[in-house]
């Protein structure tokens, strides 16, 4: 269920070039949707920044234990052919000899050199979101919420209708 669910939560967006209305590229991923932005859009910009400006609220809370939270989950940007890069879901997080792992969650399109189902150390320089629900409710997934601002209003309720918590 966590799979399905975070696969729903914009497996990865990448920056590329083609287009439509609302977003850079939208595409078809084994099922998947994958949204595409400018490495320019200002608002997935300022939610990458706001993600890395409250890591340590995360890391925190990741630490705490706290066993009412669900879903911890981490995004890390995935470098490929000079300064494009993919961003990709981590989840099964857990802590290993002190440093934080998690379980790539999807197939990535452009980046070789990790696949899905592999165990990856989280890279601080590295990560371009998190999240995690706590009463029904998504905490962070700053990038989730700028890419839902960009959908039209029925992929917002698409979108809704199948998830299991709410998004403000």
């Given at each position: 269920?966590?799979?399905?669910?975070?696969?729903?939560?914009?497996?990865?967006?990448?920056?590329?070039?083609?287009?439509?209305?609302n977003?850079?590229?939208?595409?078809?991923?084994?099922?998947?949707?994958?949204?595409?932005?400018?490495?320019?859009?200002?608002?997935?910009?300022?939610?990458?920044a706001?993600?890395?400006?409250?890591?340590?609220?995360?890391?925190?809370?990741?630490?705490?234990?706290?066993?009412?939270?669900?879903?911890?989950?981490?995004?890390?940007?995935?470098?490929?052919?000079?300064?494009?890069?993919?961003?990709?879901?981590?989840n099964?997080?857990?802590?290993?000899?002190?440093?934080?792992?998690?379980?790539?969650?999807?197939?990535?399109?452009?980046?070789?050199?990790?696949?899905?189902?592999?165990?990856?150390?989280?890279?601080?320089?590295?990560?371009?979101d998190?999240?995690?629900?706590?009463?029904?409710?998504?905490?962070?997934?700053?990038?989730?919420?700028?890419?839902?601002?960009?959908?039209?209003?029925?992929?917002?309720?698409?979108?809704k209708?199948?998830?299991s918590?709410?998004?403000?």
């Amino acid at each position: 269920m966590v799979r399905a669910c975070i696969l729903l939560l914009f497996v990865a967006f990448v920056s590329c070039k083609g287009g439509n209305k609302n977003f850079e590229s939208k595409y078809e991923n084994g099922g998947d949707e994958v949204y595409g932005v400018k490495n320019e859009d200002k608002e997935m910009n300022a939610a990458i920044a706001e993600a890395i400006r409250t890591w340590p609220e995360f890391e925190k809370v990741m630490q705490a234990g706290d066993t009412s939270l669900q879903q911890f989950t981490v995004k890390m940007r995935f470098s490929y052919e000079g300064d494009n890069g993919e961003h990709m879901w981590l989840n099964d997080l857990h802590y290993k000899e002190g440093q934080l792992m998690g379980v790539l969650n999807s197939d990535p399109m452009y980046v070789e050199s990790v696949k899905w189902g592999d165990t990856l150390k989280i890279q601080k320089d590295s990560v371009s979101d998190w999240m995690y629900i706590k009463n029904g409710k998504l905490v962070g997934g700053y990038t989730i919420r700028a890419l839902y601002k960009k959908m039209s209003k029925e992929e917002q309720e698409q979108f809704k209708s199948e998830i299991s918590f709410g998004i403000e």
